[in-house]
């Protein structure tokens, strides 16, 4: 019986390091030379071109440990050229961290706001620090294809 209770807590410890720290091969954001950097304002064209997909704010700022919300302005996108806002449109929200190969355990809510294409997406559970990969796929209404993109911040 000690013996179980020795590698159960053995277990314990380890998982717990894991929530807390990146693995050893992960190097400190300062060194991370592939993520985003937060600016209001960030923009980013869909991975088809189709759409257009710009930070309007996060809390908080920049992109931090925990829950996160934010704004995203998603707007129509044809020869490399912005349109018009896209109301209407269904989006599914999917944080990953790649070097740990999992997600967040909470879904991301996403809600139209008052200004045209403006969505909020809430929460945005960056749980651990590490790069984490956040996937935005939308199916646009009317005549606008659908598209996604990825944010990758860095979280300390």
Known sequence: MRQSSVLALGLASALGACATTPPADDPPCSQVKNADTFVVGLDKAGAN???????????????????????????????????????????SVTPFMPSHQHGSPLAVVVTPMADAGQYKLTPVNLWMPGVWETTLDVTASGSSPADNVMFRFCIE
């Open 49 to 91: 071109g189709a759409l257009d997909f710009k930070m309007m704010s996060a809390d908080p700022v920049p992109p931090a440990r925990g829950d996160n919300t934010w704004v995203v302005q998603v707007s129509s996108m044809t020869s490399g050229v912005v349109g018009s806002p896209v109301t209407g449109a269904s989006m």
